[in-house]
């Protein structure tokens, strides 16, 4: 298939001007989510050029409005769409591409998050593959992740796998409330508490630092389009935090744990 061969760049192209058509509400959610088709138009033939005409099929995409975000006490109503956007933005800029593709984008019901959906088995979740040794980086870079972007709800089905060719590659989804400016992180994965951060991934940490500070390729005005002032600056000094520390972090006081946890 064509989609096999598509970059995270034709991904965000297709997700962002292909036709959204909905299918249905998505169970389980806090908020109003949608499954919907992404079909290719002349839009997306317009923006993906090198790829042959009608090569592309319909592909399985979630949509988040803001209209259907439950208000939070804690987080400014209607922006838990762009938080999602600004989580993508940083695994992507991280080079970890740990979140699947997701853009922002008017759909049916109104302005919203739209990202690819990942087929996975609904059954394995982190608790059902926690310590695994073929997975011990990517979650090792999902804690780091979940640190600098202040995760206040990594829950296990939260990760998802994805069963690929050669070797299952996990994804991370919802990030609805991330970003805050004061500490909210709660999550179950607390496996490399206290342990040395791998060099490999501070300098990963050191060079997304660099990348927002000199606005590289646009990242920091789009955070600042996305989020507070406040919440971006809160992300820089979390970040260089982790790099200076080189420790991946331990519980802190409260409540550090999701509810549920699955």
Known sequence: MAQQSLNTTDWLHLLQVGTLSVKGVLPWSSNYSFLVDVCPNTAVWEALPHLPQNSLG????????????????????????????????????LGW??????VLR????????????????????????????????????????????????????????????NHDRLWLIDHGICFHAEYKLRTVIWEFAGEPVPPNLITDLEALSD?????????????????TQREVDALQK?????????????????????????
């Open 97 to 102: 591409d740990l979140v699947p593709p997701t």
């Open 106 to 165: 008017e759909g049916e019901h109104g302005t919203g998050s739209v990202q690819l959906f990942v087929t996975h088995d609904p059954e394995a979740h982190y608790f059902t593959f926690e310590g695994e040794p073929e997975f011990r980086e990517p979650l090792q870079k999902t804690v780091l992740l979940d640190t600098i972007i202040n995760n206040a709800d990594r829950k296990a089905g939260h990760v998802l796998i994805e069963e690929q060719e």
């Open 58 to 93: 319909e592909v399985r995409a979630v949509y988040k409005p803001r209209r259907g975000e439950r208000p939070l006490w804690d987080f400014t109503q209607g922006t838990l769409c762009q938080r999602e956007r600004a989580a993508f933005l940083i695994s992507h800029a």
């Open 238 to 262: 979390r970040i260089r935090r982790v790099i200076n520390q080189a420790a991946f972090i331990s519980p802190g006081p409260g409540r550090h744990y999701p509810w549920p946890p699955v």
């Open 211 to 227: 990348k927002i500070g000199s606005n590289e390729a646009g990242v920091r005005s789009e955070l600042t389009r996305l989020l």
